[in-house]
């Protein structure tokens, strides 16, 4: 066993309900399979009872109670692992309902019971001792382990792919979820996984429709023709329904009579209901957009949905499949999503944005994310193939003595170290290490790693930064909050207050002495912490647009070399969001420059945002435009300030002030110039690091954190951008004056 915590998967949730609570609700057997609303969990058990309460990305799980016997192959505990149980040899002469029925009462008797064993266990779940730990693990991931027959038999335990089951069979019990979208490493078993839950979920459903989609339909049909149909022919017959047509289908595969729960008391009867047949179908589409339009479904299989090249397009699709799995509000159907993912212009961008938009934290008032779905990440180091143990656990570091892995090899490396020796070996070759990264990530932002070669700034100091970010404890370094006016006075003091829905996030505030520091000249308020930093804001002018695809607006906070009390040279503050109005934003904009008493760099092409700063008495924060003297600036940039974004030569400015503080204060310094080349930068606002390995300076729109961020350097350096005086051809002759004394005296 590794001393790494091998359950950071789940958190364990004490105390979160009164233990009294659970006790009388579990006498009374009164807890329901699905979502409770009172005490915000989801109940995946079907027993009526529960026990631990566990989280898994944010979202609540209740399990079930474990029953009195727990099963163990062994009363030894290292002996206690998963191992799946044979198939009688006496049962598996039976092919078909059919022949069951025809059998003699004896022989149905003598294996009625194990029957309903397994009936039970696929729709409740199953327990048993792992080394030691009482294990529960859902239906659907006893189907797989137990009955799902994959290229080299029967799938293997893995403490990862329980977390996945876990956290499906909650979305599946969610009355708000459509399901999820899980982000995985290369090899996970993602697609025999869902192709076991199509073939589970369609031989037990009625009047039913099961889709598949991948990122080609030659995929599609690969999936359905080499997975799910020989899964399901490899159904021992209790489970396997009679299907119309061919036993090896190419397109559909349709249940015409299904495998009735055999028990005591039917296990004689031969009901016409049963005869009439499921009407269930498992098929596959072509991938495109508008793939299974108009078509209600119970189950959608979404494989490599972060793979998805133009033409095509995943949040398109998803627009219109996910309208598959509802009627009205209500959701009848869910969706199993799951993939690595491409390079951001080659499907990962859209798939990046469906995964972060299934963030469970973010909810709308319905109750639902963004995209209905939850989203799920397992690392690498979890479910790395070679370096888990026999007890389906990961080996995350080298062991002192080889430990037995799960194909009875023994394991001589950690997970980690394997990767952190793949990654030093390919340092030099940036696009092939991008490629790693994204199949086998250790975190997300290694997931939705970029390309290298069209990028404009050093992306090996950039991600070295990201990587670094990662693996931080985020709340001791940033934190989401939000700014308000004391007691709802405006230009009174401006309150900072942490808060997990706010839109600003923030590295520093500072000292109670040097906040909403600011002064009076006539009648204009002017920045009193001008000396220790600046802000650069992408502005925006219309509230709303249609089909909602505008660009956000971007505010950053950099300090600069200062003697007071706080960070240098420094990002301090980020904020990347579009409120409901402009005017919303407008004030954020002018809290924060208040609060933190700092002058402000706007570009003044959308201009509603320096008029709002100027009738509000605020002129005196806005920065003009560092490369033109006073005497230079039009009217308009002298009534309110800012910077223009069409010059070439403020483009280029703009572009070398982020290479120039890329190069100083990011990633590391292996050269030593500016600080010893083992302290990593403090950068820790990854969203504007990522958009900066994207920036494209030919096509800025895109890039509002970029944007924002440039024009927060080049406000703190000013000077660099000022205008050359020309010396002057007039001569004066003024006197000059011996200050020696106690008068001056001028020298003649």
């Known amino acids: 066993m590794q001393n790494e915590d091998q359950n950071s998967l789940i958190k364990q949730l004490k105390d979160f309900i009164p233990k009294t609570i659970i006790i009388s609700k579990n006498k009374a057997k009164a807890w329901e399979y699905g979502y409770n609303e009172k005490y915000d969990f989801i109940v995946i058990s079907k027993s009526g009872q529960i026990q631990d309460i566990i989280e898994i990305e944010g979202l609540r799980i209740a399990l079930p109670k474990p029953p009195s016997e727990i099963y163990s192959r062994s009363k030894t505990k290292s002996e206690q692992y998963w191992e799946a149980f044979d198939y009688p040899k006496t049962l598996q002469k039976i092919k078909s309902i059919f022949q069951w029925h025809d059998a003699p009462s004896s022989f149905k008797n003598e294996w009625v019971d194990y029957i309903e064993k397994e009936f039970d266990r696929r729709d409740e779940g199953f327990w048993f001792l792992n080394n030691g730990i009482e294990t529960y693990i859902t239906g659907s991931h006893y189907m797989y382990i137990q009955w799902t027959k994959i290229d080299i038999g029967l799938p293997d335990y893995r403490d990862a792919n329980r977390v996945f089951y876990l956290h499906w069979e909650a979305c599946k019990a969610d009355k708000r979820s459509f399901g999820q979208d899980y982000l995985k490493i290369r090899r996970s078993g993602f697609s025999y996984m869902a192709s076991e839950e199509s073939a589970n979920i369609g031989t037990i459903s009625k009047d039913a429709r099961l889709g598949i989609l991948s990122k080609t339909g030659a995929d599609a049909k690969k999936m359905f023709t080499d997975k799910v149909v ?40 031969e009901d016409e209901d049963i005869v009439e047949g499921l009407d269930t179908s498992i098929d596959w589409k072509n991938t495109g957009d508008n793939s299974y339009d108009g078509e209600k479904l119970k189950l959608l299989i979404h494989d490599e949905s ?67 779905l939850y989203s799920l990440f397992i690392p690498m180091e979890y479910n790395m193939e070679g370096f888990i143990d026999i007890h389906g656990m990961p080996v995350f570091r080298t062991p002192e003595k080889p430990i037995l892995g799960i194909d009875r090899e023994f394991i001589k490396q950690g997970a980690i170290d394997y990767w952190e020796a793949e990654v030093d070996s390919l340092k030099s070759d940036p696009d092939a290490l991008n490629e790693f990264y994204r199949q086998f990530p250790r975190t997300e932002s290694h997931a939705f790693r970029d390309e290298s070669k069209e990028s404009l700034f050093n992306l090996t100091k950039i991600y070295q930064q990201i990587d670094y970010n990662d693996s931080l404890i985020k709340d001791r370094f940033i934190t989401k909050g939000s700014f308000s006016w004391k007691d709802g006075i405006k230009d009174t003091k401006v309150i900072w207050t942490p808060n997990n829905r706010g839109r600003f996030v923030v590295s520093w505030t500072p000292n109670k002495l040097l906040q909403n520091n600011k002064h009076t000249k006539n009648g204009i308020f002017y920045p009193g912490n001008e000396h220790m930093g600046a802000f650069g804001c992408d502005s925006y002018d219309i509230s709303g647009t249609v ?15 200062h003697m007071d009390e706080g960070p240098t040279n420094e990002f301090f503050l980020e904020y990347v969001a579009r409120p409901q109005t402009a005017e919303i934003f407008f004030e954020e904009v002018l809290m924060a420059c208040v609060f933190y008493g700092m002058p402000i760099l706007i570009e003044n092409n959308k201009p509603r945002l320096l008029y709002h700063f100027k009738n509000r008495g605020y002129r005196g924060y806005s920065i003009n435009r560092p490369d033109k003297g006073y005497n230079k600036l039009s009217k308009t940039e002298k009534e309110l300030g800012g910077i223009p974004n069409s010059s070439e030569d403020i483009k280029q400015a ?26 990593m930068g403090s950068m820790y606002f990854t969203r504007t690091l990522e958009d900066w390995a994207r920036f494209n300076i030919n096509n800025r729109t895109k890039f509002d954190a970029s944007i924002s961020s440039g024009l927060a350097i080049m406000a703190n350096q000013k000077s660099l951008y000022q205008p050359v005086k020309k010396n002057s051809k007039i001569k004066l002759n003024f006197a000059k004056y011996d200050n020696k004394g106690s008068y001056s005296q001028i020298i003649k």
């Not at 036993?247 to 009579?257: H, I, M, S, W």
């Not at 089909?547 to 070399?561: P, V």
């Open 306 to 372: 972060k793979k998805w090249e133009k033409p095509n397009n995943i949040l398109n699709n998803w627009r219109v499949t996910k309208t598959c799995l509802r009627l009205g509000s209500k959701v009848i159907g869910k969706c199993m999503m799951g993939s690595t993912a491409n390079a951001l212009e080659k499907g990962g961008g859209n798939g990046k944005k469906l995964y972060f938009d299934s963030k469970v934290g973010k909810r709308n008032r319905n109750g639902q994310t963004k995209s209905g």
């Open 230 to 269: 020989p899964i399901v022919n490899n159904y021992p017959f209790f489970f396997k329904p009679v299907q119309d047509g061919m036993d090896k289908p190419k397109t559909e595969l349709a249940f015409r009579v299904p495998a009735s729960k055999i028990t005591k008391k039917n296990m004689y009867v």
């Open 547 to 561: 089909g909602g695809g505008a660009s956000n607006g971007a505010l950053h906070g950099m300090t600069k070399f």
């Open 654 to 679: 703009h572009a070398a002030a982020i290479e120039s503080y890329i190069e100083k204060y990011v990633g590391l310094d292996l050269l030593e110039t500016f600080r010893d080349n083992d302290i």
